[in-house]
């Protein structure tokens, strides 16, 4: 089956550090590959997404490449902020007939950025 | 705000008492999803719908059901309830066709004591 594996958490930065987060995929099909972001108490926010490989999905200075060949999709950002302090969510779909449009997600990532 | 909204935002129970969680989709999505979101179990699926059609499943327990109604809007019924069904419950909805970018509501926090 569909699964996702990123690093454990959590990470600790501080502010305007380089930021990677590893995601790696295991999937059937052709997958679209997604980031979502859980800021604290609230819910799931869509923050890039890649559908074909070698796409790169950008959004608010972070960037992911869809990799095939490694199966990856690695979360970066050049200088965090306080301010991207959150759970970040790898998560993959992979539409098939029995399993729908279903998400398959990974553990999250808790990063903490410090001023 | 995603545009999809969930009722209640917090509900406290009792095992093996019967509640019911809410979900309206955005405005046009046809497909729901629900989530359960633990801290053992992570994020795991449950169930889709997909204009009133039941369209996949997930690791939903039997004591979980779910529907869509004809406007689009959808029930999560959780019966017999356990300590261990304590968690937050996501609904999220898309759009058919496009690559599954699925937009998720705040979520139900339920708490069975």
Do not use: A, Q, V
């Given at each position: 089956g569909n699964s996702v594996t990123q690093m454990e958490g959590p990470v600790t930065l501080s502010e305007e550090a380089f930021l990677t987060i590893n995601c790696t995929y295991t999937a059937t099909g052709y997958p679209s590959l997604f980031w979502y972001v859980q800021y604290p108490g609230e819910g799931l926010q869509l923050l890039l997404k890649a559908t074909k490989a070698d796409d790169k999905g950008s959004n608010k200075g972070f960037e992911a490449t869809y990799r095939k060949e490694t199966t990856s999709f690695h979360l970066e950002k050049g200088s965090v902020q306080v301010s991207d302090s959150a759970v970040y969510f790898c998560a993959l779909s992979d539409r098939g007939?029995?399993?729908?449009?279903k998400l398959t997600f990974g553990t999250g990532t808790r990063l903490a950025v410090r001023p | 705000d995603s545009g999809v909204t969930q009722t209640p935002k917090h509900l406290i129970t009792a095992t093996g008492q019967r509640v019911t969680l809410r979900c309206s989709p955005r405005s046009g999505d046809l497909s729901v999803y629900w989530y359960q979101q633990s801290l053992d179990q992570g994020l795991q699926f449950l169930i889709q719908y997909y204009n009133g059609e039941e369209r996949a499943k997930g690791n939903?327990?039997?004591?979980f059901s779910a529907q869509q109604f004809p406007d689009l809007h959808s029930e999560l019924n959780l019966s017999?309830?356990?300590?261990?069904?304590?968690a937050l419950y996501f609904c999220a909805s898309s759009v058919a066709g496009?690559?599954?970018?699925q937009f998720f509501g705040p979520g139900t926090r339920l708490t069975v004591l």
């Open positions: 007939k029995s399993s729908g449009d | 939903i327990l039997e004591r017999s309830l356990e300590l261990g069904d304590s496009t690559n599954n970018e």
